[in-house]
């Protein structure tokens, strides 16, 4: 409008920025030394802008690498943890039945293994915000609970089923320097489902669904 500084994606966010303090500083004039296409200081609802590198994911093992050998060795040491799991829990839970500590100790390892595999692929590329494969392989869960099922998934309002396209990994919340809004905002995973159909083209917006999975209480 009236400063020529300020850009905003539409204009529910201009009158919301407006409303927060835009209302000010608009019209002010520049001083001399300032340049003629500096952003002005808003307040904290701008998140800061970046730009997105897309790149294809490596493979986490070459080709002629031993992944039997690898899982071999996984699997051997996952039974001997288990082992060791739950003769510790029989000793310092006496009072607990045996069915009871074997499915403790399962579900623990279970959740322990699920996240160790998120961090070991998120570790490969730590600044990574964004995964895409759209009605490929699933998205990368954090958690094995809050999984959604495929009833869980409404259909587009078209009528066609909704496909995972791609998931925004909890990196972002670094960059978008979330502390500063004073508000708990937080995500293990967000995954989007989108039309199967890419129904309405090209030209307008369209409801998708998202599915929101927080960090296990397990997971450290």
Request: proline residues 5%.
């Amino acid at each position: 409008g009236r400063c020529r500084r300020a850009a905003y994606c539409g204009p529910e966010h201009q009158a919301l920025d407006w409303r927060r303090g835009h209302r000010r500083s608009c019209g002010q004039h520049a001083a001399p030394d300032d340049s003629a296409d500096a952003i002005p200081e808003h307040n904290e609802f701008l998140f800061p802008e970046y730009e997105i590198l897309i790149e294809p994911e490596e493979p986490e093992f070459p080709a002629d690498s031993t992944d039997d050998e690898q899982g071999a060795e996984d699997t051997s040491k996952d039974a001997k943890e288990q082992e060791e799991l739950g003769a510790a829990g029989t000793a310092a839970f006496q009072s607990l039945d045996e069915e009871t500590l074997e499915a403790m100790a399962k579900h623990e390892t279970e959740e322990e293994k699920i996240f160790r595999m998120f961090k070991k692929q998120v570790a490969a590329e730590p600044e990574q915000i964004i995964r895409y494969c759209r009605g490929g392989e699933g998205p990368l869960w954090v958690s094995g609970e809050n999984r959604p099922e495929e009833k869980d998934i409404p259909n587009c309002a078209c009528g066609a089923k909704r496909i995972f396209e791609f998931q925004i990994m909890p990196q972002l919340l670094n960059h978008l320097q979330v502390d500063s809004l004073g508000e708990s905002i937080d995500w293990g995973t967000l995954v989007v489902y989108t039309c199967a159909d890419s129904c309405g083209g090209g030209s307008e917006y369209l409801e998708e669904f998202i599915w929101k999975q927080d960090y296990s209480m397990g997971c450290t």
